[in-house]
């Protein structure tokens, strides 16, 4: 029978990592290192179960999920690629899935293969980098997609003085499917908290485009929806996430004057599902206090939708690659001295 300290000592990394992770949520659940320690923490929490409670039958079962799961992955991504080229038509954001499949086979098969074909050892040597890399692209894309779900499902009783509604592309002069879907989602919160607030829909004209997206979002909005003029605000500068949510604060501050210390107004950011944890980390950084809420997007496209949005939060947070490469030149290089 194991005793307290032997316990504590036991569920140690749990509970740090859970620690660690309450902080980051009370403090800023828009965060992205909150992905990394919820990831952390759900791993540190199944495997103490299992060896406090002798669970060690599962681990075959586990390892064989280990095997299985990545070939599912890859076959998955495959044909998610094919019905998202078929009905979105060919580019580089609906090739996405299938460069992730690519990525990941080259992730597991590379070094193996190095080996069985007797490469040359600096070939083994960079294999070791690309593996380290690839350990922790897989670890923090899994920690992202979960965190998301858990971000999004965080429950959020409030009324909002403002609803932003971010830009989603126009057909002609009227909102594409994907837009309107965000706008009857901000429609439906309205509602809920009883047609208070006002609506801020956001963004720019593109090159391409007939008219901004906010003028078409509001037209919606009022023709379609029966809102009053009164209760819609337009930006219509922008052309980024970034660009929505930094001028949508720029005009809100200007309501409420300049100064006046800490922010007195409540903002939902109304988007689609996938894009929910970006915007809210967007707004984190520009210091708009708000809520992500995410409207529905349509299965198939989902996963192409959620890979970009893997890498543009990558590229925001690019350091822990150096940080991987650094350590591994240095291992590599007391390893040659040797």
Known sequence: MINIPQLLLLYSPT???GIILLFGL???PRQFRNA???????????GTLVLQFGLRWLILPIAILVILIPIAVVAFLLANTVIVTRREGVSLATLLPALLALALAVYLLLSPLLIVFDAPHWCLVLAGLV??????FFFSFMALLLYSWFYRALPRKRRYDYIIVHGAGLRGDRPTPLLRGRLDKAMQLWRKQGRQGRFVVSGGQGPDEETSEARAMANYLMNSCG???EAIIMEDRSTTTMENLRYSKEILDARYGVGTGPQQYRVALVTSDYHVFRAS???????????????HTRGYYWPTAFIREFVAVTRSHWWPYLAVAVLWAVWTGIGLMH
């Open 15 to 17: 509970i740090i990592s």
């Open 26 to 28: 009370h403090r800023e």
């Open 36 to 46: 990394i320690w919820f990831l952390l923490f759900l791993l540190f929490l199944v």
């Open 131 to 136: 593996s380290l890399e690839g350990t922790w």
């Open 227 to 229: 809102v009053p003029s």
């Open 281 to 295: 980390e967007y707004a984190s950084k520009v210091g708009l206090r708000a809520d992500g809420i995410g409207s």
